[in-house]
């Protein structure tokens, strides 16, 4: 049974229809990457499995359960967890005090130790106190996995983690969700840095103004520099 399932998914803000009939499945365990150019109805995807699409139509399930209908809430509570593209930690909270009111907010699961996180992610050990508008890019980043992580996700969802951070940061990036994903967390990822998350994925969907243009395994898609200049802009010489 696929952890996640999108069957004939349509979503719209308002009059705008977004994503048109979206076909999309997560095997536990596996790691897949939704590509796709700016606009492409990448993250809209991600919205739309969490719940917070105002509107959307098709099949989601998730453990083989529908939850389409679910509110943003009750499908968090069932270990569905996003990592949004704008990070939303909270800025006059120090790193301790985000990853301990993600914790305490926890439902569903018991919660991961916060001093697990900080294993994880060494440098926020050192940052305890800091708050978090005080981080970089790249720290505020991986706060935010870790306040994702710390709340036991059976599904996570990680919207352009590498957005706007140094090559160092994304390196080190990189590094950490390798450990995550090794501990059979289930991802979903949306990223425009194509080496990134083919690095990180079994296999990938590509999407084009809402709707799938492509689905196969990552050795398939480094194989065909066509797809990879058609619809991600990258590719053969």
Not at 55 to 80: A, H, L, P, T
Not at 196 to 204: H, I, M, N, T, V
Not at 206 to 224: F, H, P, V
């Amino acid at each position: 049974m696929s952890t996640l399932k999108l069957e004939d998914v349509n979503a719209y803000y308002g009059n705008s229809h977004i994503l048109y009939d979206i076909d999309l499945e997560v095997e536990q365990n596996e790691v897949v990457a939704l590509l796709g150019r700016n606009g492409a109805g990448k993250t809209t995807t991600l919205r739309s499995i969490t719940g917070t699409v105002p509107r959307r139509e098709g099949r989601i399930e998730f453990r083989g359960e529908s939850i389409v209908d679910d509110s943003v809430d009750q499908i968090s509570n069932k270990r569905v967890k996003l990592v949004p593209e704008e990070r939303r930690i909270f800025p006059t909270l120090t790193v301790q005090e985000n990853l301990m009111l993600a914790r305490d907010s926890c439902k569903g699961a018991e919660p991961r130790p916060i001093e697990e996180m900080y294993e994880i992610f060494p440098i926020l050990d050192d940052l305890r106190e800091n708050n978090g508008r005080n981080l970089s890019g790249g720290e505020q980043q991986m706060l935010s996995v870790a306040r994702a992580l710390v709340q036991n996700p059976d599904l996570l969802l990680l919207d352009e983690p590498t957005e706007g951070l140094a090559p160092v940061i994304v390196d080190d990036l990189e590094e950490i969700l390798e450990e995550i994903v090794s501990e059979d967390v289930t991802v979903l990822i949306t990223e425009q840095n194509v080496e990134f998350a083919l690095d990180l994925s079994e296999r990938a969907y590509i999407i084009e103004s809402g709707e799938n243009a492509w689905e196969g395994t990552i050795d398939e898609l480094q194989q065909r520099d066509d797809l990879l200049e058609k619809y991600l802009s990258v590719g053969g010489e």
